[in-house]
């Protein structure tokens, strides 16, 4: 009797182990930002000529297998290079106990998609949403998508133009212009990344 029920049992064991693969191959599927191989930096231009390269050091972002894309920058992370200047960008301009993450969001094509999961090479101007300071606006990035079908390499072709004033940073910005005792510093900022995800 006990090996008839044992006969019995055999193949929803069976069954049991194939659904946790199957599931385990499905959470698998989505790939994960490498925070320590991925960079983003902007440019300050201030006094008309004088050019700096500030970084976000801390990011987060996921592409799930549907193609949903979603990257979170951490603004704490701030790093100019000068501790006053983070700690004033902090306090000044991103107001980072209000607002800590900028968030974009975008849904990626079936064409690029498919280049990603089959490996290849794409450029594509990828349309998005970027949340940050507290509004919404929606931008284009024109950027080389680069993938072996594991790992993926996201660069922009160009730098992503990001307007002050449609995040509500213009009066930041003056705040820093104040504090440096600088005659001014662009509105206009360009940003620039190369994002890894496995």
Same mark, same amino acid.
């Given at each position: 009797?006990?090996?008839?029920?044992?006969?019995?049992?055999?193949?929803?064991?069976?069954?049991?182990?194939?659904?946790?693969?199957?599931?385990?191959? !499905?959470?698998?599927?989505?790939?994960?930002?490498?925070?320590?191989?991925?960079?983003?930096?902007?440019?300050?231009?201030?006094?008309?000529?004088?050019?700096?390269?500030?970084?976000?050091?801390?990011?987060?972002?996921?592409?799930?297998?549907?193609?949903?894309?979603?990257?979170?920058?951490?603004?704490?992370?701030?790093?100019?290079?000068?501790?006053?200047?983070?700690?004033?960008?902090?306090?000044?301009?991103?107001?980072?106990?209000?607002?800590?993450?900028?968030?974009?969001?975008?849904?990626? !094509?079936?064409?690029?998609?498919? !280049?990603?999961?089959?490996?290849?090479?794409?450029?594509?101007?990828?349309?998005?949403?970027?949340?940050?300071?507290?509004?919404?606006?929606?931008? !284009?990035?024109? =950027?080389?998508?680069?993938?072996?079908?594991?790992? =993926?390499?996201?660069?922009?072709?160009?730098?992503?133009?990001?307007?002050?004033?449609?995040?509500?940073?213009?009066?930041?910005?003056?705040?820093?212009?104040?504090?440096?005792?600088? &005659?001014?510093?662009?509105?206009?900022?360009?940003? &620039?990344?190369?994002?890894?995800?496995?």
């Amino acid at each position: 009797m006990n090996h008839y029920y044992a006969k019995l049992a055999a193949p929803k064991a069976l069954l049991g182990i194939a659904l946790g693969s199957l599931l385990s191959l !499905t959470a698998q599927a989505d790939w994960q930002l490498d925070n320590a191989q991925s960079s983003l930096n902007f440019i300050s231009i201030k006094n008309v000529d004088a050019a700096e390269v500030f970084h976000i050091t801390q990011l987060q972002g996921n592409l799930s297998d549907a193609g949903a894309l979603e990257i979170k920058l951490d603004l704490d992370s701030i790093k100019t290079q000068v501790d006053i200047r983070d700690e004033r960008m902090r306090e000044h301009l991103f107001d980072t106990e209000k607002f800590k993450l900028a968030t974009l969001t975008a849904q990626l !094509t079936s064409e690029t998609l498919n !280049t990603i999961k089959q490996g290849g090479v794409l450029n594509s101007n990828i349309a998005a949403v970027l949340n940050f300071h507290g509004l919404e606006k929606p931008i !284009t990035a024109n =950027i080389t998508l680069m993938s072996d079908g594991k790992t =993926i390499l996201a660069s922009s072709q160009q730098p992503v133009i990001v307007q002050a004033a449609d995040f509500g940073l213009d009066s930041g910005i003056e705040k820093l212009r104040e504090l440096a005792g600088l &005659s001014n510093i662009g509105h206009s900022i360009p940003v &620039s990344f190369n994002l890894v995800l496995k």
